[in-house]
């Protein structure tokens, strides 16, 4: 089980800021073609990840009880 | 005047030594809307010795809603933003020397304002600009402080030279669209989070204490009571063309620029970018400004009384004025 | 005028409606200085209806290194806070009713200013007045946004009547002192800081988005780049004396207000309060202002031209004055 | 193991803004009172505290693993 935060644009193409997912074993990668099967999120391809707080790569492997994070950049000011 | 600094100078960290350096230091602020007037207050207030202030814009009354010193009277008035800036800090603090630069800030003419400068801080509204900033600050090696906002949402992050990962690093490509404040809007405790963790850092940078700089990359959502950091150690790269051991400063190049140019007779601005454009996630965007038509190689809407067409290789044409200033504007509101 | 709040009417959790609700609205902010006034331009740029600012100070020159609005002609002036803001706040939006009472805000005075009030913001520099102001919101069943800050730290809490934990629930007792701006100093992203966390649960309040917000006590440090929050539920008594079964207002009775009286022909004011004091952590706090002499009944200290002693029960000496408004000030600045 | 966050002046009395102290089983109380042993923070008396992020009574008790902030309130404005 995993936690899946949204930021910004993303809670909106999500319809919640978070998601608990049934996974464990993937890659980031992996995790992201899965929600963007079951949500319309196009943007997912241009945020930076985040596993337990720390910057991830798309190859790195998530495991049950990590906190994902999906964080777009933001351009306003 | 001497009691003007004291609560500053009884805060340990800074001290009177701390106030010292920070009343013979010299700051850059590039954008001077929502994040750039309340920097630069924040910092005229702490009797920053020099400020320099680079903006493009007049004031609107749509800045009033979260743009700090801007009054009515600037705005009947149509005051470059950088100019009434300048005007009402000088009632706040006589004794800074403040630069207000009305331009449009970009790879050729920025070099200049980079000389002689200790800090630069971010207050700009789109990637073009902060990947141009990120090269030239390697290139010349000052910190700089990247904050953007929009929503509830806002994200800070501190860039050191030859320490942290830059921009480059973190956003492999400069980012397709961001949201924007003129399509999802902005509320003004987002601006004040992103001020606050910016001004907590500039602080520690002009009193010189480095090691107690934030490390991570900051990201909120006030709305729904969010907050992440984030270590981006992992995120620096030795091959980066901005920040590695070889760097070619790839947006100082005049082939990386946005172009803009006046399509003769047309009553039309052309723009040409090198950014890819993903046309399915903007006109889900654009939606929210108007109606957005759409085919197989462009799409279009309608945005106050300007025709934005968008091409899927980047291309954009804005019908519906000459002015490159004008065009460049509805371009960033637009495509962020 | 119709685009002014444009940027927050995009925003989709405020919206239209969302901003008819904030121009129909009525705030009292308690406090005029760096909360104050920061919190004030913030919902009079958001375009709220009414704004009621209550403040016993003049402007001081130590004020403009972190009180926004602010500016060195109202320091010349000897403004009252509550008044040059007032002139101020009506050249950035005119739309907007303000009312400034220059006062010392007391259980006494302020019941009135609580009627017709949709959201109390606290903007105070002491714990005596915050537990008045608890009181009172509770009695008039009003939500109330604490925030308080210091050197790089800072806290803010949303209490709800009714709802939440209030602050008699959260401090037993009043604190015996608190660390003050005048004795440990204060920076201005701090106070950025504490008023995004209260504006945001502000606008929230005034669109009536209870489901958003904040539950929790936020406290950071800016500086040393710690944030936390707390939840608080646990801490909800059902026997408090304010918000429990059977309040009492504690602190709205006579008894236990904080007394100033003049002693005759001494040129000293005497302070009656009902709070402990704790001696050393009171010295130790003292002695970055000045030499405190101490002994096992009173510690006394030079502060500018005024000469405090504190005795253990609590009273205090002022001398040097025979008014009681630079009394309360030096009293509040000394000890919280 | 517990880790200890200070905030505040409370940082200045420790030195420091966060310890790690091997302890387990103990109640808040008693946590005070060997901090107060080691420490010269007389004001650990007026402050509040906090559990994995959460309020904690006196008679909480501190685990292996658990974050306990102490957070003396702040009065300034």
Known sequence: MITVLFFAQLQEAIGKDRLIMEESGITITELKGKLKMEYAIPQLDHVMTAVNEEYALPTDTVSSGDIVAFIPPVSGG | M???????????????????????????????????????????????????????????ISNLQRQQLFTEEDCLKQLPKAIAAKEHLL????????????????????????????????????????????????????????????????????????????????????????????????????VQMVVALQQAEALKILVEDDES????????????????????????????????????YPKLTYESQTKMEVLCGRNTVQVRSKREVHMEELARRLSEIGTVHQNDFLLSVDYHSFRVVIFKDGRVLIHGTNSIEQARNIYYQLVG
């Open chain 2, 91 to 190: 009632n706040i603090n006589s004794s800074v020397t403040i630069n207000a630069y009305v331009m449009d800030g970009t790879s050729s003419n920025l070099p200049p304002l980079m000389e002689d400068v200790d800090l630069v801080i971010d207050a700009t509204d789109n990637f073009d600009i902060r990947f141009v900033i990120n090269d030239l600050i390697h290139q010349y090696t000052i910190p700089w402080i990247f904050g953007s906002c929009v929503g509830s949402t806002g994200m800070s992050y501190t860039i050191v030279p030859q320490e942290t990962p830059c921009l480059q690093c973190l956003l492999d490509a400069t980012p397709a669209s961001g949201a924007t404040c003129d399509s999802v809007g902005v509320i003004s405790p987002a």
């Open chain 2, 213 to 248: 700089l934030r490390t991570k990359l900051v990201t909120f959502d006030l709305w729904n009571n969010m907050f992440h950091t984030m270590d981006i150690k992992r995120a620096k790269k030795n091959t980066c063309p901005t920040c590695g051991e070889n760097p070619i």
């Open chain 2, 2 to 60: 001497k009691d003007r600094y004291s609560r500053q100078e009884l805060y340990k960290p800074i001290g009177v030594s701390g106030q010292k350096k920070i009343q013979s230091k010299h700051v850059l602020i590039i954008g001077c809307g929502a994040l750039g007037t309340m920097n630069a207050e924040s910092l005229v207030r702490a009797g920053i010795g020099r400020l320099s202030i680079v903006d493009r814009d007049y004031v609107e």
